[in-house]
């Protein structure tokens, strides 16, 4: 059977569908190459503490090639640091709490205390790590551990470095990406990063979240591609390092809702990282939300829980569409599989800015 001769008017017609077609795929590459060509700014936001400095770690793991051996040896006297710090904490809570830690540790503990007072953290010899790990089987100190909250502060990856001490003596030990991941130092300073994902470049710059650092947030707000907002969800019960008398979490939706309600904000998207997830499955086991929301009603669950905080944060803007991710930052597949979906959400952003 032959094939039928296309006529005048069918060539012509087939002719402007595919133009039609051209021009939509010019239109869309066009659009693609500016997302390229464009640099997202993303301004890291939260109260101090949350874990918006382990995410700019993370970034230089995933997407610029990780930590070298120099960066990794530097990190040993901060590990040192946090370690003491973490030590001294817990001899001051014991105090606090009125638990006995053990005659036999009298001497440890204050000499862990001069060293931490006296900065003496660049290199700890074998002696006090076996002291250190000694210490840490004592019982009053393991309840003080898990006994922390509002009556004294605590590094909240103290559970993970006293699980690990042990292998902090070795002197051929290189802390691991996890090591670096859950060592804190507080940002005193603005920080910017600066990497690519697929082609489109991030600059990610995190402000302190102390409150004597939030006067500075306002520098950084012109030009925002998204507000990126870090909420700990295992602060419910513990207060501010500068303020004794004001609950964490209070001030981080309190801040929250002064963020996303500000002029500067109303076409800028949101999105909020629910962080600590790790840490809240555990402790919400033990310690009901109502110590903190009075109007908290249910069971001390992880869903309960985590879905009466996510409404309360969701509440603070409710005509405003607010992008939410429950985290762990020290979870990097976690973050990699979060941070993959905020790209997604920022790049249909700028298209769509670009009239696409």
Not at 52 to 66: C, P
Request: net charge neutral; proline share 2%.
């Amino acid at each position: 059977m032959a094939t039928p001769t296309p006529t005048p008017n069918g060539i012509a017609q087939r002719y402007k569908e595919q133009k039609v077609v051209s021009r939509a795929i010019e239109k869309q590459l066009k659009s693609e190459k500016r997302v390229l060509a464009t640099e997202l700014k993303l301004l890291l936001l939260g109260t101090g503490d949350s874990g918006k400095s382990t995410i700019v770690k993370q970034m230089k793991i995933l997407h610029m090639k990780g930590y070298s051996q120099e960066d990794r040896l530097n990190h040993r006297s901060l590990i040192n640091r946090n370690i003491l710090e973490i030590f001294n904490s817990l001899i001051d809570g014991c105090s606090i709490l009125n638990l006995q830690i053990a005659p036999k540790y009298e001497a440890i503990c204050d000499k862990i205390s001069d060293m931490y007072l006296g900065r003496k953290y660049q290199h700890l010899d074998k002696q006090i790590w076996e002291d250190l790990e000694a210490l840490s089987k004592d019982e009053a100190i393991k309840t003080a551990l898990i006994s922390s909250g509002s009556k004294f502060q605590i590094h909240s990856s103290a559970e993970y470095f006293l699980a690990s001490i042990g292998k902090f003596s070795d002197s051929n030990y290189i802390p691991t990406d996890q090591d670096i991941l859950w060592t804190r130092v507080s940002t005193t300073s603005i920080t910017e990063t600066r990497f690519s994902v697929k082609g489109i470049n991030f600059r990610m710059i995190d402000v302190g979240g102390q409150r004597g650092h939030r006067d500075k947030w306002i520098h950084y707000f012109e030009d925002v591609t998204a507000i990126l907002f870090v909420v700990s969800l295992s602060e419910y019960d513990q207060v501010l390092e500068e303020d004794s008398t004001a609950n964490r979490m209070t001030e981080s939706i309190k801040v929250f809702n002064d963020t996303i309600n500000l002029k500067w904000f109303s076409e800028v998207p949101i999105i909020l990282f629910l962080n600590k997830r790790d840490l809240f499955s555990e402790k919400i086991k033990r310690t009901n939300l109502n110590v903190c929301f009075s109007d908290y009603q249910g069971p001390s669950t992880y869903e309960d829980g985590l879905n009466f905080i996510r409404k309360k944060l969701l509440a603070c803007n409710k005509s405003k569409s607010i992008y939410t991710h429950v985290t762990a930052a020290t979870d990097t597949s976690n973050i990699s599989a979060v941070f993959d979906a905020v790209k997604d959400i920022l790049t249909r952003q700028t298209m769509e800015d670009g009239g696409i």
